[in-house]
């Protein structure tokens, strides 16, 4: 090959020291190149299973409809209940993911301090004493 490592293919015995061969039942590449080298066709080598003759089999037979799903016996095997955490994430703002503590609990925290007069209830943005901007015109 190309890279230079060095591959046995056995056509009588359809083997290759790769193992596809054996395992997918199809030429690899060593097995097309040993084919093209040896003037051989290498779809002799592919598996009855793949063959178009064989996929026809298949749907040779007639299928039945299921019928309306209310006349179908009920279900008494195993429940599946999904993973969650498999599922794939949904659009939006991500989900929260750290522990929480005391400190982001609200009741702990007490209650909210303006920054800008120090009364208690309300925060700097709607504080009273703020000069809005009808009151900066005296």
């Known amino acids: 090959m190309a890279n230079g490592k060095l591959s046995v293919v056995d056509l009588a015995r359809r083997t290759c020291d790769c193992g596809h061969f054996q395992v997918e039942r199809l030429p690899c590449r060593h097995v097309i190149a040993c084919c093209a080298n040896q003037r051989l066709d290498w ?4 598996h009855d299973v793949y063959k178009m003759s064989e996929i026809r089999k298949v749907y040779k037979f007639e299928f039945t409809p299921l019928g309306d799903p209310e006349t179908w016996p009920a279900y008494e ?3 599946l209940v999904a993973n969650p ?4 994430t949904s659009k939006g703002r991500p989900k929260l993911t750290r522990y929480l503590n005391e400190m982001d609990s609200r009741d702990m925290r007490g209650p909210r301090v303006c920054r800008l007069c120090g009364a208690q209830g309300h925060s700097r943005s709607r504080c009273p004493q703020r000069a809005g901007p009808s009151g900066g015109g005296e």
């Open 43 to 46: 779809q002799l080598y592919v």
């Open 77 to 79: 095997g195993p429940t």
């Open 85 to 88: 955490a498999l599922r794939r």
